[in-house]
């Protein structure tokens, strides 16, 4: 399970520390400041994954909301499969 806490490091810790950070980050996102701005987010693998997951999750509905607010006559099922040769 991941922990949705974030803390903040330095770059120049970061540098310093990044093995530890890196053991960190499988339960923690951790932002990273250059100059006290936000530079980078180090985040696990895993966490990584489940974001871009989501991501296209939420970009799969959009399409499927505008395509079913779409006024244009719509193609039967059966004719999408024998089209495809799936029938």
Do not use: C, F
């Given at each position: 399970?991941?922990?949705?806490?974030?803390?903040?490091?330095?770059?120049?810790?970061a540098r310093r520390d990044l093995p530890?950070?890196?053991?960190?980050?499988?339960?923690?996102?951790?932002?990273?400041?250059?100059?006290?701005?936000?530079?980078a987010v180090l985040i696990s693998p895993?966490?990584?994954?489940?974001?871009?997951?989501?991501?296209?999750?939420?970009?799969?509905?959009?399409?499927i909301d505008q395509a079913m607010a779409?006024?244009?006559?719509?193609?039967?099922?059966?004719?999408?499969?024998?089209?495809?040769?799936?029938?």
């Amino acid at each position: 399970m991941y922990i949705s806490l974030m803390s903040t490091i330095s770059l120049s810790d970061a540098r310093r520390d990044l093995p530890t950070l890196i053991n960190e980050a499988q339960t923690h996102a951790i932002t990273i400041s250059r100059h006290g701005e936000p530079a980078a987010v180090l985040i696990s693998p895993s966490r990584y994954e489940q974001l871009l997951q989501s991501l296209e999750d939420l970009e799969d509905l959009r399409a499927i909301d505008q395509a079913m607010a779409d006024p244009s006559p719509n193609i039967p099922w059966e004719q999408v499969k024998k089209e495809l040769g799936l029938a």
